[in-house]
């Protein structure tokens, strides 16, 4: 059997999703990763020409990616609240005005950009436009994958990350090359190129009434699982098969003396009324989410990797500040760096594929905290300058710690998005994944304040350092806290997904 090519393989994504919808998702995928090109400025913004200490900036950054913590919202928004029938593309329309007119202000106004509080302002609300169209692109990848069919998943998931790991390169490498031969503002106008685009792409992709309708029919199968959970917590799953089965079959017996007629009618005006109504599938659509997510099954596996973020107090806004200020190390390596861990998240990827999956979760995980404890071990010796007597550089350092930073990351990563997948029942997957995301996302913006108030206490600045050593040893016993939880996590679980 001859093996299909890149060309067979590229017409059959094309006959089964259309030129324009992969397009459209390779583009935001791609922006999502090449956010570090604008991010990278905002840093040296803050640094450079607005002068924040190291703890004000990171407090500042983990505000501004606050609404990535609230993904389900958007979800539920789109699943539940259509805007002219249609439930996703003009959510999308709004998350990429979001995502535009920030960054043209940032550019355009000097006055601002300036501002503390603006400069937060406008990064929240471009936040809130990624988040959301990543939220959405989520849930329209579901769909396509649904319509066309379950051989297209892994092909369809693929050409997602690929397109955010190409935008994560390109996005390092023209990032550093951009600050060091372009005035920052003119980095946030050249960038806010990319959302328009997205906003244009919006106008070539459909978005039919049809998948609206299946959306109430989904919502009406949420609404019956979510009576489910709750009556199984209460009574036993054998006594509730039987009162259900007894129920539909006096529904029927009902249906048999109702005219075809008027059971189309009334099915149309409940429709209608579900329409009419949006509160009504929100209120469903949140009771469903808070009844699966209180079972043991789910609310335990969630709560080690909440916790196993909130432990660890992150500081790498402060170690920006050290390589920048202290070790002189330029924008232009910065972002070789940056590539390189996104080379090395890769490589993490296929390592783990490999000759991790099938390895029990919790092994999986303890090797990826000690692992991350000895990447803290590595910028402890980098601030406390004891690699110079072996003569080795500190651009070495740099790039050894962020190539096993990401690429352990992965080890971990890998895992959440697995048995995340596993625990999500079925018709609730985006809404649910979505809040199991948000948990992540909220936990590392916790560590993240956890770590501004660290820097804080031990008064660290751009001009004292002397401290950062002790931040670190906080950070790699905080890295190590969470092994001790792991009893949360099933024992018998192994990373592949079943």
Same mark, same amino acid.
């Given at each position: 059997?001859?093996?299909?090519?890149?060309?067979?393989?590229?017409g059959?994504?094309?006959?089964? &999703?259309?030129?324009?919808?992969?397009?459209?998702?390779?583009? /935001?995928?791609?922006?999502?990763?090449?956010?570090? &090109?604008?991010?990278?400025?905002?840093?040296?913004?803050?640094?450079?020409i607005?002068?924040?200490?190291?703890?004000?900036?990171?407090f500042?950054?983990?505000?501004?990616?606050?609404?990535?913590?609230?993904?389900?919202?958007?979800?539920? +928004?789109?699943?539940? /609240?259509?805007?002219?029938?249609?439930?996703?593309?003009?959510?999308?329309?709004?998350?990429?005005?979001?995502?535009?007119? *920030?960054?043209?202000?940032? #550019?355009? =106004?000097?006055?601002?950009? =300036?501002?503390?509080?603006?400069?937060?302002?406008?990064?929240?609300?471009?936040?809130?436009?990624?988040?959301?169209?990543?939220?959405?692109?989520?849930?329209?990848? @579901?769909?396509?994958?649904?319509?066309?069919?379950?051989?297209?998943?892994? $092909?369809?998931?693929?050409?997602?990350?690929?397109?955010? =790991?190409? #935008?994560? /390169?390109?996005?390092?490498?023209?990032?550093?090359?951009?600050?060091s031969?372009?005035?920052?503002?003119?980095?946030?106008?050249?960038?806010?190129?990319?959302?328009?685009?997205?906003?244009?792409?919006?106008?070539?992709?459909?978005?039919?009434?049809?998948?609206?309708?299946?959306?109430?029919?989904?919502?009406?199968?949420?609404?019956?699982?979510?009576v489910?959970?709750?009556?199984?917590e209460? #009574?036993?799953?054998?006594?509730?098969?039987?009162?259900?089965?007894?129920?539909?079959?006096?529904?029927? !017996?009902?249906?048999?003396?109702?005219?075809?007629?008027k059971?189309?009618e @009334?099915?149309?005006?409940?429709?209608?009324?579900?329409?009419?109504? *949006?509160?009504?599938?929100?209120?469903?659509?949140?009771f469903?989410?808070?009844?699966?997510?209180?079972?043991?099954?789910?609310?335990?596996p969630?709560?080690?990797? &909440?916790?196993?973020k909130?432990?660890?107090?992150?500081?790498?806004?402060?170690?920006?500040?050290?390589?920048?200020?202290?070790?002189?190390?330029?924008?232009?390596?910065?972002?070789?760096a940056?590539?390189?861990?996104?080379?090395?998240?890769?490589l993490?990827?296929y390592?783990?594929?490999?000759?991790?999956?099938?390895?029990?979760?919790? %092994?999986?995980?303890? &090797?990826?905290?000690?692992?991350?404890?000895?990447?803290?071990?590595? $910028?402890?010796?980098?601030?406390?300058?004891?690699?110079v007597?072996?003569?080795? @550089?500190?651009?070495?350092?740099?790039?050894?710690s962020?190539?096993?930073?990401?690429?352990? !990351?992965?080890?971990?990563?890998?895992?959440?998005?697995?048995?995340?997948?596993? +625990?999500?029942?079925?018709?609730?997957?985006?809404?649910?994944?979505?809040?199991?995301?948000?948990? %992540?996302?909220l936990?590392?913006?916790?560590?993240?304040?956890?770590?501004?108030?660290?820097?804080?206490?031990? %008064?660290?600045?751009?001009?004292?350092?002397?401290?950062?050593?002790?931040?670190? #040893?906080?950070?790699?016993?905080?890295t190590?806290?969470?092994?001790? +939880?792991?009893?949360? /996590?099933?024992?018998?679980?192994t990373?592949?997904a079943?």
């Amino acid at each position: 059997m001859a093996v299909a090519g890149p060309g067979c393989w590229a017409g059959r994504m094309r006959a089964a &999703f259309g030129a324009a919808f992969l397009c459209l998702v390779c583009f /935001i995928y791609f922006i999502q990763g090449f956010r570090s &090109f604008a991010w990278t400025a905002v840093s040296y913004q803050m640094k450079d020409i607005m002068k924040l200490s190291p703890s004000a900036s990171q407090f500042l950054v983990s505000l501004a990616y606050f609404p990535w913590s609230i993904k389900p919202i958007y979800g539920i +928004l789109s699943d539940c /609240i259509p805007i002219k029938q249609r439930k996703r593309i003009p959510y999308l329309i709004i998350s990429s005005c979001l995502s535009l007119f *920030p960054w043209l202000i940032l #550019g355009l =106004s000097e006055t601002l950009r =300036s501002s503390s509080n603006f400069l937060t302002a406008l990064l929240i609300v471009q936040n809130l436009g990624s988040a959301m169209a990543d939220v959405v692109i989520d849930a329209m990848v @579901a769909e396509a994958v649904r319509s066309a069919g379950p051989e297209f998943a892994g $092909d369809l998931q693929s050409l997602s990350w690929s397109s955010m =790991s190409l #935008g994560g /390169i390109f996005g390092s490498l023209l990032g550093g090359y951009a600050l060091s031969n372009l005035p920052i503002h003119v980095i946030y106008v050249i960038f806010s190129a990319l959302p328009f685009f997205q906003l244009v792409s919006c106008i070539f992709v459909e978005d039919s009434p049809k998948g609206f309708q299946s959306a109430v029919d989904e919502h009406k199968y949420v609404d019956d699982q979510s009576v489910v959970s709750a009556f199984a917590e209460k #009574g036993s799953s054998e006594s509730f098969r039987y009162e259900g089965t007894r129920r539909r079959k006096g529904s029927h !017996k009902t249906n048999k003396k109702r005219p075809l007629l008027k059971r189309t009618e @009334a099915n149309e005006k409940h429709n209608r009324s579900i329409n009419s109504w *949006p509160c009504l599938s929100l209120r469903s659509a949140f009771f469903s989410l808070c009844t699966v997510f209180k079972q043991p099954t789910i609310l335990r596996p969630m709560a080690w990797f &909440f916790f196993s973020k909130v432990t660890i107090p992150n500081i790498s806004t402060v170690m920006f500040y050290y390589q920048t200020e202290m070790l002189h190390l330029d924008a232009s390596f910065l972002g070789t760096a940056r590539v390189i861990g996104w080379f090395s998240l890769m490589l993490g990827t296929y390592i783990y594929n490999h000759y991790f999956k099938h390895k029990k979760l919790r %092994n999986i995980l303890v &090797f990826a905290h000690v692992g991350l404890a000895i990447v803290s071990l590595l $910028d402890i010796i980098l601030v406390s300058r004891l690699h110079v007597q072996y003569g080795i @550089a500190d651009k070495y350092m740099v790039l050894w710690s962020s190539a096993l930073a990401d690429a352990i !990351k992965q080890f971990k990563m890998m895992p959440f998005l697995i048995l995340s997948g596993q +625990l999500c029942p079925p018709g609730i997957e985006g809404t649910l994944f979505a809040l199991f995301m948000s948990i %992540n996302n909220l936990g590392s913006t916790l560590g993240s304040f956890l770590g501004a108030a660290l820097v804080s206490a031990l %008064n660290i600045s751009t001009a004292q350092f002397d401290n950062l050593a002790v931040g670190l #040893g906080v950070q790699l016993i905080g890295t190590l806290l969470p092994i001790g +939880l792991l009893f949360l /996590i099933p024992k018998e679980v192994t990373g592949l997904a079943s």
